[in-house]
């Protein structure tokens, strides 16, 4: 546990040394007072012992709590534990109601995120990522009673005249869900929420972007070149259709390669339905490709503890699903850009999702049935017939689909080395 000697610059200066990690700061001067670092704030804390047990007890957070005002909050805190009190049991109901009087927007956040959207949202790190990259930046350290309508609205004009009026709206529907939770849980009658009766900023946008086979073959080919996690996650996206966050969060667990079927347990889906995928021939063998990893357990702490596999097929810190997926995509466009060169037309503006698209209308073009494309991409079953009677899994006919699919992206892939292949003999 490091000592330092703490100081304003010291605390605003202090950074954890790699995401996930947290440090403790313990004060040189007063060594049961101490400030702990993680990824998204900064927490005072004094440790102590009471009824032969070492306790942790939180003072507050920084900045909203200040270097001196931590000190002195832990020197009361320590005299409490003089009188026989213990620190952690020693609020009382004025000191709670003068607590969540100051209580900042990001910890009101913070707690939204972790006792709710965790628990209840289908992709809470969305969640997160919108309050932490869009609202936290601007509203840290103000009091969460004391936001207002007027404080939406210019969020949502900023953003909005920013050109990222899409991002406006998620926005607003995350506000209006957590200060929705937040009122739920008061006993404030004149409390409201500031997000009621405010607009979306702009009409939604339905995306309607398709590869065509130009650019499959040059996603296909950038792919080619990415090299591991990104290739090969970007291929298994276009073989299987499946959703991103589904791909990228495959177990070696979940797979029998044997069998070609990927077993995908309900709460991996977005649906929250158990899902079978076949894996066609091509599948497989860049799966059985892979490497495997294998997590070291010391820098957690645990010296003792043996390495264990990595359950994750793709990637990049070994105990974690891979995710970086704005700059790999970036990148995965650079080199697409450069493959459409030869081709009559440039590379749209996509998204990794208008893979899922693309896969569905090419099914579509190979004359697939509509209930083994929505069987093939887990949608929820459409009319009564379908919803409460059809048990059949469809297995084999979502594997000739899927099959069929990888057959046709690999006749495409291969197009352009056969066109330059007859090219070269002709110049021979």
């Known amino acids: 546990m490091p000592k330092v000697k703490l100081t304003a610059k010291v605390v605003e200066n202090a950074t954890t040394p790699a995401p996930g990690v947290q440090i403790d700061l313990f004060d040189a001067s007063f060594p049961a007072f101490g400030l702990r670092v993680g990824g998204r704030r900064k927490t005072w804390f004094i440790i102590y012992r009471y009824g032969g047990k070492q306790k942790r007890h939180t003072i507050g957070h920084f900045p909203a709590l200040s ?7 832990a020197g009361k805190a320590l005299e409490k534990l003089d009188e026989g009190i213990d620190p952690a049991t020693a609020r009382d109901a004025a000191k709670e109601s003068a607590v969540a009087a100051v209580e900042t927007f990001e910890d009101a956040a913070d707690d939204f995120l972790t006792k709710y959207a965790e628990r209840h949202h289908k992709r809470p790190e969305q969640t997160r990522w919108f309050l932490e990259h869009y609202v936290v930046p601007r509203w840290r350290g103000r009091p969460v009673a004391g936001i207002r309508k007027r404080d939406v609205l210019d969020l949502l004009d900023e953003l909005t005249e920013q050109g990222k009026g899409q991002a406006a709206n998620r926005v607003l529907d995350v506000l209006r869900k957590m200060f929705n939770w937040r009122l739920d849980r008061m006993d404030d009658e004149a409390a409201y929420n500031p997000c009621a009766r405010v607009k979306a900023p702009v009409p939604a946008v339905l995306r309607d972007t398709t590869l065509n086979d130009s650019h499959i073959r040059a996603i296909w080919a950038a792919a080619d070149k990415a090299g591991y996690p990104w290739g090969p996650l970007v291929k298994v996206l276009l073989l299987t259709g499946q959703r991103r966050s589904e791909v990228a969060g495959m177990r070696w667990r979940d797979l029998d390669l044997d069998r070609k079927l990927w077993s995908l347990p309900a709460s991996q889906t977005k649906a929250a339905r158990a899902h079978l995928v076949p ?67 440039p590379l749209p503006e996509w998204r990794l999702h ?26 929820a079953p459409r009319g009564v017939t379908q919803r409460h009677y059809d048990q059949y899994v469809y297995l084999e006919e979502k594997r000739s689909a899927l099959e069929s699919w990888a057959n046709y992206i690999k006749d495409v892939s291969s197009f352009k080395r056969e066109r330059m292949g007859n090219s070269e003999e002709k110049d021979c």
């Open 67 to 73: 270097l001196s005002d931590a000190r002195t909050a």
């Open 354 to 379: 208008d893979i899922r698209r693309t896969f569905v209308t090419g099914l579509s073009a190979l004359g697939v049935p509509e209930v083994v494309k929505q069987r093939v991409v887990n949608h």
């Open 279 to 345: 894996l066609s021939p091509t599948a497989v063998a860049i799966l059985e490709s892979l490497p495997r990893f294998v997590v070291d357990p010391s820098p957690k702490g645990d010296e003792a503890a043996e390495p264990s596999p990595c359950e994750f097929v793709f990637t990049t810190l070994g105990d974690r699903p891979v995710s970086g997926f704005g700059k790999a995509k970036q990148r995965l466009d650079t080199a697409a850009t450069k493959e459409m060169k030869e081709e009559e037309a």
